[in-house]
């Protein structure tokens, strides 16, 4: 049983994402096998109230069959039928039904006024009840939250998880994540740590000194936003490139290459003379672009056409 209840719960999680399946197959084997025990003892013991019931029942019939003059009294059942659920019924016919006839009739059907079941009287008589102890609870002791209230509570929830969100993401940033970030608050934090961190070596206007020119179209390690990140981050230990992981987070790594990417086009003071080829940045096909097949059927329609 051991054995075909672990190959079952093995196969059915393949398909399936439901919690409580993982939760079992991460259970030790004493575990696992407490719980089948288990299991079996709960099947056993609603099978036996099954048979008790059933036995019950049985005997109520031998018992009505021995003794004709109780066959006629009502059940408990009955009884609590009649006292909460469908009530007891005026009957038709005589004084009472003459008692219970309202006014008005329609093409000679009298409309009776019996009074409503027990059970949609307890109803009404709960919603009532619930009514008065939901009005106390809410606007006269200001015991629970308003509606505009949990709206409230669930937007605070809803921005400290949006933040933790955007710190996570902001934590990931790599060279093959990094976008540009053209943000006022992203280029103002770039140019602060380009003018504490690097105009040292590449001048205050981008110009180059020890370090490259940044204003112009040529680059030594690629112009684009994850090449400036990837030399930010690992630095160029060979010409003196420190590199800045340890001392940057990945989202002011990020900043500051979108800011070395606004000095493109700009005229510095000293331009030092340009160094690597020149970048180009790659232009990406359009989504709608046709294939050579789809591009001869077009053609061929036009010229049916």
């Given at each position: ?192 740590i380009y003018d504490t961190n690097c105009a040292a070596c590449h001048a205050a206007d981008g110009g180059g000194g020890i370090g490259p020119n940044m204003t112009d179209e ?25 590199p800045w992981q340890d001392q940057l987070s990945p989202e002011e790594m990020q900043n500051v290459s979108s800011y070395i990417l606004t000095l493109q086009g700009t005229t510095p003071a000293n331009p030092k003379e340009p160094q690597g080829e ?28």
């Open positions: 049983m051991l054995i075909s209840f672990s190959f079952t719960m093995s196969a059915f999680a393949q398909t399936s994402e439901i919690t409580w399946v993982s939760k079992i197959q991460e259970m030790e084997s004493s575990q696992l096998t407490l719980l089948v025990i288990l299991a079996v003892v709960l099947g056993v013991i609603l099978l036996l109230l099954v048979l008790m019931i059933y036995l019950m029942s049985f005997m109520v019939t031998v018992f009505k069959k021995e003794n004709p003059e109780t066959a006629n009294e009502p059940s408990w059942w009955d009884e609590f039928k009649l006292k909460y659920i469908v009530g007891r019924m005026k009957p038709v016919g005589g004084k009472e039904e003459k008692e219970m006839m309202l006014d008005h009739s329609y093409d000679g059907i009298v409309e009776l006024d019996n009074h409503m079941p027990p059970w949609l009287a307890n109803v009404f008589y709960l919603s009532i009840a619930f009514a008065v102890a939901y009005f106390t609870y809410y606007s006269v002791l200001g015991l629970g939250k308003s509606q505009i209230e949990e709206y409230q509570e669930e937007l605070q929830i809803a921005a400290v998880e949006a933040e933790k969100y955007k710190l996570l993401a902001l934590s990931s940033i790599d060279e093959t994540s990094v976008v540009f970030d053209s943000s006022t608050p992203a280029i103002n934090s770039g140019k602060t040529y680059w030594i390690h690629g112009g684009s936003i994850a090449d400036i990140f990837k030399v930010v981050k690992y630095g160029v230990v060979e010409k003196g490139m420190v020149k970048y180009e940045p790659a232009i990406e096909d359009p989504l709608d672009v046709l294939s050579d097949e789809e591009l001869e059927f077009v053609q061929a329609g036009e010229v049916e056409n």
